[in-house]
T-cell receptor, first 117, second 118 residues
């Protein structure tokens, strides 16, 4: 079975603090994609990153960075020097490309981040 | 590129009526579209996968007779909530894949439709 767990339901940080959002996934498939999406209060999903299962290289994009560790089935997301505009719900998601779960995107429960000025 | 629109963005309907939500891929042809439902403070739950020209595949627990999905063209899928009840009030989001695009495995999400049943 496929599953995405985001253990942190809600996080509050003070502006300029760094924050890490955890994501742990389960899949028996060997080929899959992992995603992070941001959902601001407007509701529209904003795509942040996609990483395939063969690429464990960490990535940095501005204040955002991602740490993919296959050994622990984790794909954590760090925001450096957080800003109020980062306040949103963040979803980690998994999509298998082979096997019985082909083509489905499974979302984690989400982490609600509040950045306090 | 790869823009997905939904219409309407918000709809209020009376209990017992039906409401149709449209999902369009504006600049690409989407052979596969997905419909999700999101209740307040919850995650997105996949309802069904629709492939152009064929019947939709519904997830377990989703009533196919209540949530009618039609994917009649490569750019349009519709979700009709029949005999809506207050418990159907939710945020409905569609997504589409472009198998002929640069990234055939990417899903492009629409902005969502907020349905309120009174």
């Amino acid at each position: 079975a496929q599953k995405v767990t985001q253990a942190q339901t809600e996080i509050s940080v003070v502006e300029k603090e760094d924050v890490t959002l955890d994501c742990v996934y389960e899949t028996r498939d060997t080929t899959y994609y992992l995603f992070w999406y941001k959902q601001p209060p407007s509701g529209e999903l904003v795509f942040l990153i996609r990483r395939n299962s063969f690429d464990e290289q960490n990535e940095i994009s501005g204040r955002y960075s991602w740490n993919f560790q296959k050994s622990t089935s984790s794909f954590n997301f760090t925001i450096t020097a957080s800003q109020v505009v980062d306040s949103a719900v963040y979803f980690c998601a998994l999509r298998s490309l082979l096997g019985t779960s082909y083509d489905k995107v499974i979302f984690g429960p989400g982490t609600s981040l509040s950045v306090i000025p | 590129g790869a823009v997905v629109s939904q219409h309407p963005s918000r709809v209020i309907c009376k209990s017992g009526t039906s409401v149709k939500i449209e999902c369009r891929s504006l600049d690409f042809q989407a052979t596969t579209m997905f419909w999700y439902r999101q209740f307040p403070k919850q995650s997105l739950m996949l309802m069904a996968t629709s492939n152009e020209g064929s019947k939709a595949t519904y997830e377990q627990g989703v009533e196919k007779d209540k949530f009618l999905i039609n994917h009649a063209s490569l750019t349009l899928s519709t979700l009709t909530v029949t005999s809506a009840h207050p418990e159907d009030s939710s945020f409905y989001i569609c997504s589409a894949s472009n198998p002929n695009g640069q990234d055939p495995y990417e899903q492009y999400f629409g902005p969502g439709t907020r349905l309120t049943v009174t």
